[in-house]
């Protein structure tokens, strides 16, 4: 069965610092994957998605970037945080044409 | 992006009661999917509907699929405290590869 991790559960760090979180699927090959953000008690706001590899659509301007270095890796950078990018971040994966699965998110503090 | 309409935004009722929520859109989707977030997780999968006026029951939880494709309703009935989270609807457009989220119910039992 297909399964999806992302890491670190939890990041608090400071303004300016840089941010990487990593994202894998395991049973499934080229699947679509998603960056997805939320800020506290709101909606799901689409940040990136690839469709294969080095290949990254981005939905919104900001300071963070995506990449995707292997297949079923996914990874969410940015050079300087800043504190409007605290939030959870979400990693989701698909098939194509299917139903589209969450990893268990990443509460990133910037202080 | 887009957004769908989802209401009510929250609700707090008494365990044992059944809830009702709904998503409108001006867009037409081929497929509508329900999620249930909990606090400090991500999104999990509760129902997919993959044709207009499809009715798909899971447990308690029963959610249609509008005869128009714009519009998608979720029902909980005899509410349990485990109930308690965020519901969020979502479309998934032709291509199969990109989700738009409503804004979530939030949904809070008494028991």
């Known amino acids: 069965s297909q399964t999806i991790h992302q890491w670190p559960a939890t990041l608090v760090q400071p303004v300016g610092s840089p941010l990487s979180l990593e994202c894998t699927v395991e049973?499934?090959?080229?699947?679509?994957l998603y960056w997805y953000r939320q800020a506290a008690g709101r909606g799901l706001q689409l940040l990136f998605y690839s469709v294969g590899i080095g290949q990254i659509s981005s939905e919104v301007p900001q300071n963070l970037s995506a990449s995707r270095p292997q297949d079923r890796q996914f990874i969410l950078s940015s050079k300087k945080l800043l504190l409007s990018d605290s939030g959870f971040y979400l990693c989701?994966?698909?098939?194509?044409?299917?139903?589209?699965?969450f990893g268990e998110g990443s509460w990133l503090t910037v202080v | 992006g887009q957004q769908l309409n989802q209401s009510p935004q929250s609700m707090f009722i008494q365990e044992g009661e059944d809830v009702s929520m709904n998503c409108t859109s001006s867009?037409?989707?081929?497929?509508w999917l329900w999620y249930k977030q909990d606090p400090g997780e991500g999104p999990v999968l509760l129902i997919a509907?993959?044709?207009?006026?499809e009715l798909t029951s899971n447990g308690r939880l029963t959610a249609q699929f509008g005869i128009t494709r714009k519009d998608s309703f979720l029902n909980i009935s005899a509410s349990i405290p485990s109930d308690v989270g965020i519901y969020f609807c979502a479309g998934l457009n032709n291509a199969g590869n990109m989700l738009t989220f409503g804004g979530g119910t939030r949904l809070m039992v008494k028991p």
């Open positions: 867009s037409i989707f081929n497929t």
């Open positions: 049973g499934t090959s080229n699947p679509n």
């Open positions: 509907l993959y044709k207009a006026g």
């Open positions: 989701a994966w698909s098939a194509s044409g299917n139903t589209i699965y």
